[in-house]
């Protein structure tokens, strides 16, 4: 294989030699009279070579191309620190250490940015940092004004090797130039990229192997006879290096390809080592998670074994209860059936009563309006109270604005809950009939400015209802006098008044008509020809038949809705300032068409009594502040200026006095009760009947209602102004 590539190789040199003798034969020898540049003394062929190569223009300019039209002396500013030659745009070096020097330092700016590069940006004159360089605009102008020859002609007169020269050395001036240019340095570019330059530059063909040397047409022949042995030596060159270089290409590509094989396996054995890692941490991982569920296990099994043992417990703990739950039942089968024989003789005596006829006397014993009891623990005003009887026992509820609801016993007086979840002041407090008669809880609810109604059992301290759907607060509450008080109604300062289903805790439907803050709301009472049981009072859809809703509101109207259409029934109009209370009549009070009349108290100090059907009005007048409460008395009075069977409703003022006006007698104001207090917000009648009556003493037995109301500052008080004889 060695020797048929030498032989090959030799035929190519052959057939190479054989094509240059080929075209110097073919080549006719030309002389041409040229201008010649003096060379100096001493100076060899290698030299003479060397001023051939081509340079650039954008470095600095050539001294001898430059001189040739120019003195010396001219130029001696004009010379670059680095390279000795013409500034080429120059620069000139501003420095403290260079103060003391006369002539400016120039320098041109290709050399100087090569130089500073190089030299970590050194001083081009001294070993130091910190020099200044500006453009030397002077030196510039100066030396692009200079005149110069064309630079190829230059170049070329440079290359002719001419025998005639003069004794002296001094250059023929009327040989004819081949370009005739003669201008300043900054017209040449112009000069050479146009097409006014008669020299343009050819490649030597033996370039490739080589040759570099700058030529033009006239003495392209010349250079390829003179230069004929160095073409064949940079031929025979090229031929051997020809092999060398294609192995050593064969090889590069064989190192590369090694190169890139091993970088390959490295990645592919650190990709290994990931996946163990990534194998050992999942193995870990996975052995932690089988720890931890193992010891989850373990607990589970602990805790359920002793959750089985603590249930075991309860159980006979339960079963001893329940063993003492039917003794203490079978004492109250007793007890029961002891009051049903109590209550037989009981409505044995109210039948008779019925037959009678009788009437109470409204005695007011004016001498005894002393204090008879008082509720104290509330610390600010007191909105509302509210009064039920359970568990053989007498209690009411009360709302403050100190933020709390608090359950009282009548009897002692004393405080036995404080429920106080509420984040604002509570306005109203009601007693749910809905918990008592289904569940048998005695429950009480509260309204809020916090708006937000909550129901509360009196056995623990937190609220286990809560109904959010006011955007604003909360003032009046009332539970429908159907269905057990399974519905109940709210108005709010939202100007909206909400129907609520009490069991499913979901608002049924909004009444919007008010334009101001709705304060209090009423529902109409239970109609006393049904039964609270009859389908004919169940809600279907939404409503109760036959029953509706009023309120009253800051925008001084009170407004009617019935509650099966949902719609608004009517407007009464005759207030001149906010409704504070409203009362539908009662049917423990006796008056006629109870759910058609509507009493009312209002800011403007009145108090109104108002028939729905005909939207006339009772005015009664007397207070001289707030009318905040107004309530029917629970009973018929017949008094001795007035006749039998008249009505009796009654009012609380912010005056601190509670009127009572007889509704039949020209609106009569019967009497006055002034508060203990700086004004009266609520009023609540309490039925204390007394206990161990027997059927002998009934006659001469007295039956007391209570009066209660909450006051400014805290307390609630009940007067003992109210006795009734028969």
Request: with cysteine; charged share 30%; glycine share 6%.
């Amino acid at each position: 294989m060695i020797k048929k590539k030498l032989i090959k190789l030799e035929w190519v040199q052959i057939c190479v030699f054989c094509k240059i003798i080929w075209i110097l034969r073919k080549t006719k020898k030309k002389s041409k009279l040229m201008l010649l540049l003096p060379l100096e003394k001493g100076e060899d062929k290698q030299e003479k070579r060397k001023k051939t190569k081509k340079w650039s223009l954008d470095e600095c300019y050539n001294e001898e191309w430059v001189l040739f039209l120019n003195k010396r002396k001219k130029l001696k500013n004009f010379y670059c620190l680095l390279c000795k030659e013409i500034a080429n745009n120059a620069m000139e070096l501003i420095c403290d250490e260079h103060e003391d020097m006369k002539e400016g330092l120039v320098v041109g700016e290709q050399c100087l940015l090569k130089h500073l590069k190089d030299h970590n940006n050194q001083c081009p004159t001294k070993s130091h940092d910190g020099c200044n360089y500006v453009k030397g605009k002077t030196a510039r102008n100066c030396i692009d004004d200079l005149m110069v020859i064309c630079p190829r002609q230059f170049m070329s007169q440079l290359n002719v090797c001419q025998q005639d020269q003069t004794k002296e050395g001094i250059v023929n001036k009327e040989t004819q130039y081949c370009c005739k240019f003669k201008g300043k340095i900054k017209d040449v570019k112009e000069h050479l990229e146009g097409n006014s330059c008669s020299l343009q530059p050819v490649e030597c063909k033996f370039k490739g192997f080589g040759c570099n040397d700058v030529l033009f047409n006239y003495n392209f022949e010349q250079h390829m006879q003179e230069q004929m042995k160095e073409h064949l030596d940079l031929l025979f060159k090229a031929i051997q290096k020809k092999p060398e270089q294609h192995q050593w290409k064969e090889n590069e590509q064989i190192v590369k390809e090694i190169e890139e094989l091993r970088m390959k396996n490295t990645e592919q054995v650190n990709e290994i080592k990931m996946l163990r890692i990534n194998i050992e941490t999942l193995l870990q991982e996975k052995n932690e998670l089988i720890r931890e569920k193992d010891d989850q296990l373990l607990n589970i099994k602990q805790t359920t074994s002793n959750d089985i043992e603590k249930l075991k417990k309860d159980i006979e703990l339960m079963k001893e209860e329940i063993q003492s739950q039917n003794k203490i039942i079978l004492e109250k089968e007793k007890q029961i059936q002891e009051k049903k024989e109590i209550k037989q003789s009981n409505q044995n005596y109210d039948a008779f009563n019925t037959k009678q006829s009788l009437h109470f006397n409204f005695d007011f014993l004016c001498t005894s309006s002393k204090l008879q009891m008082t509720f104290e623990g509330h610390t600010s005003a007191v909105w509302s109270i509210d009064y039920s009887t359970f568990d053989s026992g007498q209690y009411i509820c009360s709302g403050s604005a100190d933020k709390t609801v608090r359950v009282w016993n009548v009897e002692t007086t004393k405080q036995i809950r404080l429920l106080n979840e509420h984040s604002s002041d509570i306005y109203c407090v009601k007693f749910s009939p809905y918990h008592n008669h289904n569940h048998r809880r005695h429950v009480v609810c509260s309204s809020s400015l916090d708006k937000s109604i909550r129901f509360w059992d009196i056995k623990s301290d937190k609220s286990f209802q809560i109904f959010n759907g006011h955007t604003n607060c909360v003032y009046g509450i009332e539970f429908s006098s159907f269905n057990s008080g399974r519905y109940l109604c709210s108005g709010s300062s939202d100007c909206t008044i909400r129907l609520w289903d009490v069991e499913t805790s979901k608002s049924l439907h909004i009444f919007n008509g008010h334009e101001g803050c709705v304060w209090c709301v009423d529902i109409s009472p239970l109609q006393s020809n049904n039964n609270d049981n009859i389908k004919g009072n169940s809600i279907g859809v939404i409503g109760g038949n036959g029953y509706s809703i009023c309120s009253g509101s800051y925008d001084t109207t009170i407004r009617t809705w019935d509650v099966e259409t949902l719609k608004e029934l009517s407007v009464l109009k005759g207030h001149k300032d906010y409704v504070l209370s409203v009362k539908y009549g009662s049917n423990e009070s006796k008056i006629s068409a109870s759910s058609n009349i509507i009493l009312s108290g209002s800011r403007d100090k009145i108090v109104c009594l108002w028939d729905i059907r005909s939207s006339e009005q009772i005015q009664f007048k007397g207070h001289s502040d707030v009318v905040y409460a107004v309530q029917y008395l629970p009973f018929v009075v017949n008094h001795g200026e007035v006749e039998g069977g008249s009505n009796v409703i009654c009012s609380g003022s912010d005056d601190n006095t509670i009127r009572f006006w007889d509704v039949r007698s020209n609106k009569k104001e019967l009497h006055i009760i002034k508060g203990e207090d700086y004004g009266i917000l609520c009023l609540k009648f309490l039925d204390l009947k007394k206990k161990g009556v027997n059927n002998e003493n009934i006659k001469n037995s007295d039956c007391n209602f209570k009066l209660c109301y909450g006051s400014m500052r805290g307390p609630i008080i009940c007067k003992d102004n109210l006795r009734f004889r028969k």
